[in-house]
């Protein structure tokens, strides 16, 4: 669908909000909390972006969307090439990172831009009156993104802990000693910052039915060992050979064969594959561990195989 970025707001030295609006000015798709939308680039590239305002808004969408050095091309687009009153192509709310229903209590961690899922679950909790505290991590004071939003809606549950001002260093053991089934943690921000939390949740005693995380970057992974295998598409004589230097999704891609991309990391399940036979060498963050187990479906934009031959059905 279309929308026109109606605002644009400098949130940070390279952070900033766009604020989306309908092009014929109808109401927009409804979404959950922790939802994220496809925005589709004029450089061609496909970005997920956390949508960050409160759920029960149905007149707008807003991301928050960090300039990232590291950029592979679509941060670097939306924030240099795109301006008030330009028009964008997105998909429709999907949300990989739900608020668990039997969340009676919960807390929030944020990292960075971790914090734009962050903020529309702490819009949430609080309509719904759920009780919930928010810790957001930053290296300074100056890269607190949504700081007047944080402050003025959550007063009393946002903690702001600052790298260079010591004093709002973290008690991890305090903030999670308190343990129950009915109490839910959820966590967003760089990959490292993330397992920090999780491993702490855990050495505390936290399940890992209570514990949520999305990821915007999956982790690097050593490609140096990488190994030739072949693939079978089902209902095609063909035998596509991937290289050791190539994805899959390449390899099908160079043969004629139609895979949809996004992320193209492995973190927003777009382009999973059914397995036919076969073993993959899972190196997504979509699927569970269980989901891994099963072996019955991959991520051919970065999943590889154990097996010398993995036979696929294409949708």
């Not at 390449?250 to 004629?256: C, I, K, V, W």
């Not at 934009?301 to 031959?309: G, V, Y």
């Amino acid at each position: 669908m279309d929308v026109i970025i109606n605002k644009i707001h400098q949130l940070t030295s390279n952070i900033r909000a766009f604020e989306l609006v309908s092009a014929n000015r109808t109401a927009l798709p409804i979404f959950e909390a922790g939802s994220h939308i496809d925005v589709h680039l004029k450089n061609g590239l496909i970005r997920q972006y956390s949508l960050s305002n409160c759920c029960s808004e149905t007149h707008r969408y807003v991301i928050g969307v960090l300039h990232d050095a590291h950029s592979r091309g679509g941060s670097r687009c939306i924030h240099t090439e795109y301006q008030e009153g330009d028009r964008l192509t997105i998909g429709e709310p999907r949300n990989l990172f739900e608020i668990h229903p039997e969340t009676e209590q919960a807390i929030l961690f944020a990292g960075g831009i971790g914090i734009t899922p962050i903020l529309s679950m702490a819009y949430r909790l609080k309509y719904q009156k759920i009780p919930f505290e928010l810790h957001y991590f930053v290296r300074s004071h100056e890269m607190i993104a949504f700081y007047g939003n944080l402050t003025e809606h959550f007063p009393n549950q946002i903690h702001f802990h600052i790298q260079d001002q010591p004093e709002t260093q973290c008690n991890m053991q305090g903030v999670l000693k308190e343990v129950s089934t009915q109490r839910h943690l959820y966590v967003c921000g760089p990959t490292g910052f993330m397992q920090f939390v999780m491993d702490s949740a855990a050495q505390s005693g936290w399940s890992t039915e209570q514990l949520h995380q999305e990821h915007f970057v999956a982790q690097q992974i050593n490609q140096s060992e990488n190994e030739a295998f072949t693939i079978e598409v089902v209902g095609s004589d063909r035998k596509i050979e991937v290289h050791p230097h190539q994805t899959a999704t390449q390899a099908l891609l160079e043969n004629g064969f139609d895979v949809p991309i996004s992320c193209e990391q492995g973190i927003c399940g777009t382009c999973i594959t059914r397995v036919v036979a076969g073993t993959p060498d899972h190196r997504d963050v979509f699927m569970t561990e269980s989901e891994h187990a099963l072996n019955d479906q991959f991520t051919p934009c970065c999943s590889r195989a154990k097996t010398k031959t993995l036979v696929i059905e294409l949708a």
